[in-house]
């Protein structure tokens, strides 16, 4: 595989970071995932404003590359053949060549690494028919879920939990109400509305969460954007997840309550199918 590395395209063996990176030793990085359908680009220009925001939050400068991502992101689907999967991106504040909790000085520049995963079939995937099962736990991350760091220990043991259960993910709760999953958008719908948590601090804004939002209204759904508990969420007719790399993926099951039928339901299936149509025909 080759990978990108601040201005370097090298195979992966060569690229090397320094011991001393930021993100390694802080998780003082932010990252993105984009996925790539036909050799295009999903969503791109959701990715690249949101990572701007997530360094600036974080006083955390821009790579020098910044205006290039574009170009960094095709060059790399090209170099890799990629026909569907994703490109992950991350820029790190760097290497001061020590530790330090304080940031380094200006001049000490961002680290910045993309690599591709190929996934066939990532836009047929099997689950998508089936449905997956979620367990909920409590919600122990940090406050600012809404900058998307590399700070991801707490979703990685909730990812080990639900597999522990016999299950595909976790929905995080908190203050009786869920948050978002390990690494997706939490939805349930009642009749023909859909319902998922208002944007704030607490959840991470997806960008796939803003497409599927909008073709739901465009689809003439209602969307009510507000906290809902695991008890709604078990009485609702249906449930599902959005991300970048699972698109729209239904949710039979929640804390071993069948939710609806059991099967994905129907408005889940029609926004995956609407959102993968609009997402190829805008793909860049
Ligand atoms: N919430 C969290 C916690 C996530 O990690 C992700 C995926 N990175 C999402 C939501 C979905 O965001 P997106 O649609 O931009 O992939």
């Not at 689950?127 to 406050?143: L, P």
């Not at 299950?167 to 109400?177: I, P």
């Not at 059991?262 to 793909?283: C, F, Q, T, V, W």
Request: aromatic share 8%.
């Amino acid at each position: 595989r080759t990978v990108y590395l601040n201005g370097d395209y090298l195979s992966e063996e060569d690229a090397k970071i320094s011991i001393f990176d930021r993100s390694f030793l802080m998780a003082d990085g932010v990252y993105e995932v984009t996925s790539v359908l036909g050799g295009k680009l999903i969503d791109f220009a959701g990715h690249a404003t949101r990572l701007e925001r997530s360094l600036s939050e974080l006083g955390m400068q821009k790579p020098e590359a910044f205006d290039d991502l574009l170009e960094i992101h095709r060059e790399l689907v090209r170099l890799n053949e990629i026909d569907e999967g994703m490109i992950y991106l991350q820029v790190s504040r760097g290497s001061a060549g020590d530790r330090d909790f304080a940031y380094p000085s200006d001049d000490v520049k961002p680290t910045l690494v993309l690599f591709t995963q190929s996934k066939p079939g990532l836009a047929d995937n099997p689950a998508a028919k089936v449905g997956i099962k979620i367990i909920s736990i409590e919600d122990q991350r940090w406050g600012r879920r809404d900058i998307k760091t590399t700070q991801l220990l707490y979703p990685s043991m909730g990812k080990m939990m639900a597999k522990a259960a016999g299950c595909d993910d976790a929905w995080m709760v908190e203050d009786g109400n869920v948050t978002e999953g390990t690494s997706n958008n939490a939805y349930i719908v009642k009749g023909n509305t859909i319902i998922t948590r208002h944007l704030g601090n607490e959840i991470l804004h997806g960008i796939t969460r803003a497409a599927v939002l909008r073709f739901a209204k465009e689809a003439q759904m209602k969307v009510e954007e507000r906290s809902f508990s695991i008890e709604e969420a078990q009485g609702a007719d249906e449930a599902f997840i959005t991300s970048a790399s699972t698109f729209v993926m239904p949710v039979v099951e929640v804390d071993g309550a069948a939710i609806g039928t059991g099967k994905p339901g129907n408005i889940a299936a029609r926004l995956r199918e609407i959102y993968l149509d609009e997402s190829r025909k805008a793909a860049i």
